[in-house]
């Protein structure tokens, strides 16, 4: 699983039926400590996720078991909106929409 | 699986429903011989693991086997709390966790 920050939206009219009404949206990867690490990709949202937040997402075959991704053509999923990340060295990365 | 040390914690109040009650870790992977190797993961803990420990995971759609049957959507989970490691010549990785 990855942190990633949610940068954009995608919109598609023709696609595969099962992802008719699922938002899709464009995230940036980021290292715990907040950082870029420069790698887009396109997520389908299962948690109602906005613009700039910090989000977890899973990828790979893992992304169908989310909620309302079973049985779909997704290899990318946001299953959680990040509210802290909490390092050992007591650096807390405040992730938040204020970036 | 791999081997890795648990470096800190991740917060999320709005989540995927299957992911409530499970702790998300954040987790550096490390070699035989206890040195870093890679960049951290974000994995779902299924052992009880706690801050500083070393710790193996398994990555891939295995990785939700750690709940079978349920269907959690994770790509890396912790598996195990190590003990101890053998390696020819000796390794340097210790149990670890918080004194």
């Given at each position: 699983m990855l942190l990633a920050r949610v940068v954009g939206t995608v919109v598609a009219t023709?696609?595969?039926?099962?992802?008719?009404?699922k938002k899709l949206l464009v995230v940036k990867t980021v290292s715990p400590d907040g950082k870029d690490d420069g790698n887009y990709l396109v997520a389908v949202d299962t948690v109602d996720a906005g613009f700039r937040e910090t989000v977890l997402i899973v990828q790979g075959?893992?992304?169908?078991?989310a909620v309302e991704c079973k049985d779909r053509p997704v290899d990318t999923a946001i299953i959680g909106v990040v509210d802290a990340v909490h390092l050992d060295d007591e650096k807390a990365v405040a992730a938040s929409a204020r970036k | 699986m791999y081997l890795g040390k648990v470096i800190g914690t991740v917060v999320c109040t709005?989540?995927?429903?299957?992911?409530?009650?499970k702790k998300i870790l954040v987790v550096q992977p490390l070699d035989p011989q206890g040195r870093p190797s890679g960049k951290p993961v974000i994995a779902l803990d299924s052992v009880g693991a706690g801050a500083g420990e070393t710790i193996y995971w398994c990555r891939g759609r295995?990785?939700?086997?750690?709940?079978?049957?349920a269907e959690v959507p994770t790509e890396a989970t912790i598996v195990a709390i190590v003990d101890r490691v053998n390696v020819p010549g000796g390794s340097k990785l210790e149990p670890g966790g918080r004194k």
């Open positions: 023709r696609k595969d039926p099962r992802l008719e009404g075959s893992s992304a169908r078991m | 709005a989540k995927n429903p299957v992911l409530e009650g295995e990785a939700s086997f750690a709940w079978y049957p």
